[in-house]
């Protein structure tokens, strides 16, 4: 059921963000914003020598699931090269939220997937990769916004 | 005097009541989006596909007769109903349709550059984005009547904008939002003194009191039938007859002609001018079952009923302190539309949690995105009443809400 989904971990997620703010000599910068729920993020991440990343922060306003999931993303990916972004999927993000064990509906997926949107388009603009049509296409259609 | 309606009687005709949601009933209150349709329309759709299916205005054949006589009596209904004559109601797919017709038939035949178009801060997107397509066209200017901190129309700027003698004026009866009722009689009698066309989007108003065009005099209207109790896929436009008579069609193909040659064509006669290709058929019939639907319970019982309705949720409300309710609080000039939000709670996650008490409320921008600006949020909850919906669907959903608040811990 949904509202097990505002448990606490993900209250205090959404509450106390975690890496909230900028970076304002971040090599990778993006931002997206998904009126469905009025989301709107903002995505610096900053890589050391070793193209790993030293630092990322979030920052934006939306609903909690949002919210909470960009504050969780960011600490999964800290350390991680960059590189290995790409590799970072949907899966990892959403079973460390624990939604797919809860059910949350797709509508609001789109709301925890936002996060994983920015983070995509940001990594394939810095390393100057095209995006295979496959993925870009689930990327719009899962991470769509409201008609109208 | 007739008696109150009842809604707990009328909800026995909506089958979809039956149904529970998450294993609890279903408080509906989306109804500004769509309606839910009573059973008399089901089955009136239903006897259409399973007796006398045909395609209408052509067959000469018996089932044909019968689908044209059903078809063309619902739209005899539709016209009494707001008191129009019948060759003035074109059937669109939605409200949407019929205002782009408008603006692609009559908008560029006679809008040039440097012409001024009037709408207002609250109209939903299906009266802001044709216009806007008009003046990416033609280079006319589009002007927005402001509104103020209780979400009435700022008269003075209306006089202003009038006094730069548009030649449109394009507004909502109703704001889908706000729920606010706009005096649509004096800004159409305004409006044609200074000569402008006036254009009223009823899509919130038809179903829910009475609207009578000949009364308002405004020169077109538009709304959907699926707001009113009608299958989802029928919109209507009214327009006056003179003007529709000197339009260029707005969809060209079958049904709109008299006579075709190779090197032109002749159009047919009001209202299939404007009623390209097949109809929906069944639809159109079944929206003719929701007006006598709607006809047997009254429309001023229907607004009564949602005037004490909306009185009673206000005060309801009034009672969670970290409630912010938007919209005119005198509810004469109020629908039952309440746009609201609960604490700093996101509207989304708001609905997610009454959708599990298995109420159903709309969260976001409701088509309204210059409106959210302007009320300084990117979203609101929106809960909205009809015929069906009782003082027991309110206390549902202050349960709901108090439920988010100890989730949020407000």
Redesign the interface.
Known sequence: ???D??RDMI?DYYRNPRNYGSIDDAEIKVHESN??????IELYIKLDKDREVEDIKFKG?????SIASASLMTELLKGKKVDELLFFTKKDLLDALGIETLG??PV?IK?ALLPYKALKIAVYNHLGKEMSEEEAHLLDYEGGV?Q? | MFPNLDPEIVKQDFPIFKRKV?GKPLTYLDNAATTQKPRQVVDAIREFYQSYNANIHRGVYRLSIEATEAFENSRAKVAKFINAKDSEVVFTKNATEALNLVAYSWGLSNLKEGDRIVLTEMEH?SNIVPWQLVSKYTGVVVDYIPIDEEGLLVCEELDRLLSLEPKVVSITHVSNVLGTINDVKEIVAKAHKVGALTVVDAAQSVPHMHVDVKELDCDFLAFSGHKALGPLGVGVLYGKRDLLKEMSPFLGGGDMISRVWLSGAEWNELPWKFEAGTSSVADVIGLGAAIDYLNSIGMSRIRSHEVKLTMYALRRLSELKDLKVYGPKNLDKRSAVISFNLSN?????LA??L??EGIAIRA????A?PL?TKLG???TARASFYLYNSENDVDILMEGLN?AGR???I
């Open positions: 059921m949904s509202s989904f505002y209250l009126p469905l729920c009025g989301d709107d306003r939306g609903c909690a699931i949350l509906n609001r709301c409201e109208g | 998450y997107h709670i996101h509207p989304h996650d997610t949690i959708d599990e976001g921008h409701h088509c995105m959210m949020v990117a979203a439920k989730i949020f811990k």
